[in-house]
């Protein structure tokens, strides 16, 4: 049996995803809370011992240490036979919905989210820069999602599990009432929530939290 140990920190989408995705195959995880709003992932001290690309989360498997969540989800996904394509249109899929949320959709709400919540004084016009992307991103996935259940079709895959990550925080948090905004959005996070052993973000991700400003 694979040991996991997973390295992050509880605001972390990323990690959630990571977290999410053991927990849905029946596997556990020792969890390494990471000191990111101290700063500790810049120093060079654990950019040697843990992740050379200063980036959390981690993921150490009997002691290897993988990094870069969708390459994760792909292994994870290939080890124990749940959530990945079973013909090569599904594995396209899946590698192209993957790569569009962590280009756009993570790649924005993530850095959006962190500026406006966890940050005491973000730059109005940067904030109002990204969010005008970000509402182009959630209509694309929202437009998408009222021609089918998941995001490849009639189930769900490690695509959805990477997607909606930053978007099942409280919306206090990125101030988005998807319910009200993307309704398509928001009954696919609710199909994904009934799934066995679905857990919300900050249940499964123990630890200190980073102070919120909103």
Same mark, same amino acid.
């Given at each position: 049996?694979?040991?996991?140990?997973?390295?992050?920190?509880?605001? =972390?989408?990323?990690?959630?995803? /990571?977290?999410?995705?053991?927990?849905?195959?029946?596997?556990?995880?020792?969890? &390494? !809370?990471? *000191? %990111?709003?101290?700063?500790?992932?810049?120093?060079?001290?654990?950019?040697?011992?843990?992740?050379?690309?200063?980036?959390? $989360? &981690?993921?150490?498997?009997?002691?290897?240490?993988?990094?870069?969540?969708?390459?994760?989800?792909?292994?994870?996904?290939?080890?124990?036979?749940? +959530?990945?394509?079973?013909? *090569?249109?599904?594995? +396209?899929?899946?590698?192209?919905?993957?790569?569009?949320?962590?280009?756009?959709?993570?790649?924005?709400?993530?850095?959006?989210?962190?500026?406006?919540? %966890?940050?005491?004084? $973000?730059?109005?016009?940067?904030?109002? +820069?990204?969010?005008?992307?970000?509402?182009?991103?959630?209509?694309?996935?929202?437009?998408?999602?009222?021609?089918?259940?998941?995001?490849?079709?009639?189930? $769900?895959?490690?695509?959805?599990? =990477?997607?909606?990550?930053?978007?099942? %925080?409280?919306?206090?948090?990125?101030?988005?009432? /998807?319910? &009200?905004?993307?309704?398509?959005?928001?009954? !696919?996070?609710?199909?994904?929530?009934?799934?066995?052993?679905?857990?919300?973000?900050?249940?499964?991700?123990?630890?200190?939290?980073?102070?919120?400003? &909103?």
């Amino acid at each position: 049996m694979t040991h996991y140990r997973l390295h992050y920190f509880p605001e =972390s989408g990323n990690s959630y995803k /990571l977290a999410l995705m053991l927990t849905l195959c029946g596997e556990t995880f020792e969890p &390494v !809370w990471t *000191d %990111f709003g101290g700063g500790v992932t810049r120093t060079p001290e654990w950019r040697a011992r843990v992740n050379e690309m200063g980036e959390i $989360p &981690v993921l150490e498997e009997d002691g290897q240490r993988l990094t870069q969540t969708a390459p994760i989800l792909l292994r994870l996904a290939e080890r124990y036979g749940r +959530f990945g394509g079973t013909t *090569d249109a599904e594995r +396209f899929e899946i590698l192209r919905w993957l790569f569009w949320d962590n280009h756009k959709l993570t790649g924005y709400m993530a850095t959006y989210r962190y500026n406006r919540a %966890f940050t005491p004084s $973000p730059d109005p016009a940067v904030l109002a +820069f990204m969010k005008r992307r970000i509402d182009d991103y959630l209509g694309i996935l929202d437009a998408h999602l009222r021609e089918q259940p998941f995001a490849i079709g009639d189930k $769900p895959s490690i695509a959805d599990i =990477s997607m909606m990550a930053y978007l099942s %925080f409280p919306r206090h948090e990125a101030g988005y009432d /998807l319910a &009200v905004s993307h309704p398509a959005i928001a009954a !696919w996070l609710a199909r994904m929530a009934e799934l066995p052993g679905w857990k919300a973000p900050y249940d499964l991700l123990p630890g200190q939290r980073l102070h919120c400003y &909103v």
